[in-house]
């Protein structure tokens, strides 16, 4: 076993990440309301950011009633999960990267302890071809108060998962074996969270985009991209400064910026 999983194989409380996240060193200062239940970490998090909550206030809950995914889907998030969002009040020009430079947070803390994590576009994060967890990131204004951007990071950790999602979802426990520190787990990902932002604010984007495509699952791959306006069939062959997804269609390289990506092959190189 990779010797910093072992640090990680202990139980211990989320509650202790209100007290141990200022020992964190991070730029963001970081805030932590933790909660037993609720319906969505989203839904709280915008109601303290809609009454003013500073950047870094982060609501983490051990279960989620109605947890949601991108477009609305559901996110089932039982006891033993690791399921949380982060305030963030970024400068405009930090946007476009964020969701994807939070999958670069995640996949650099679970590749840090040994684990295969690879990025799908837009937010998955993959380990062996299953989902391990996903991203969403909500943003709005509040007239007069900037942009607010809800940051939102579910993982399966230690939890169950749902009969019918075992065969495109996993949960890290599975993976490594054994039981893992949500603890841990979640103040690295509040430091590496904070990194990335950090790079974004700072104009390094590049850096960010950079290691996406190294960590990514989707570029080279054909695939099939759902979109609202219509279905479309390309080679995924890169991705830009928005996040947005380029894809080779055969009749030119379209960019992409919402849709649902289905994996179809890998190109054979030449
Ligand atoms: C996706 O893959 O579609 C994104 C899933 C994001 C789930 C997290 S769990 C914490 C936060 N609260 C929610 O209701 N959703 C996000």
Not at 28 to 35: G, M, W
Not at 57 to 70: H, P
Not at 87 to 99: I, T
Request: charged fraction near 25%; include cysteine.
């Amino acid at each position: 076993m990779n010797e910093n999983r072992e640090d990680l194989a202990s139980e211990d409380s989320l509650l202790d990440a209100t007290k141990l996240v200022s020992n964190l060193g991070t730029r963001i200062r970081y805030q932590v309301y933790y909660l037993e239940k609720c319906g969505s970490t989203q839904d709280v998090a915008r109601e303290l950011a809609e009454k003013g909550a500073p950047e870094g206030v982060v609501v983490v809950a051990e279960e989620q009633e109605s947890g949601r995914g991108r477009l609305g889907r559901r996110w089932f998030s039982g006891r033993g999960g690791l399921w949380f969002t982060v305030v963030l009040r970024p400068k405009p020009d930090a946007l476009g990267l964020l969701s994807l430079g939070v999958g670069v947070a995640v996949g650099r803390v679970l590749r840090g302890l040994g684990i295969s994590a690879g990025l799908k576009w837009p937010n998955d994060v993959l380990v062996d071809g299953r989902k391990a967890g996903g991203i969403l990131v909500e943003g709005f204004t509040v007239p007069g108060d900037g942009i607010v951007a809800l940051v939102g990071v579910g993982l399966n950790v230690n939890n169950e998962l749902p009969h019918g999602l075992a065969e495109v979802s996993v949960a890290l426990r599975e993976v490594v074996g054994a039981r893992l520190s949500r603890l841990l787990l979640f103040l690295n990902l509040l430091r590496e969270i904070d990194n990335v932002y950090l790079q974004l604010l700072e104009g390094r984007g590049e850096v960010i985009l950079e290691e996406w495509r190294r960590l990514s699952v989707t570029l080279g791959k054909t695939v099939k991209i759902i979109t609202a306006d219509g279905e479309y069939i390309g080679v995924a062959v890169d991705v830009g400064s928005l996040g947005e997804l380029y894809i080779d269609t055969g009749d030119g390289v379209r960019a992409f910026y919402a849709g649902d990506v289905v994996h179809l092959r890998e190109v054979a190189p030449n």
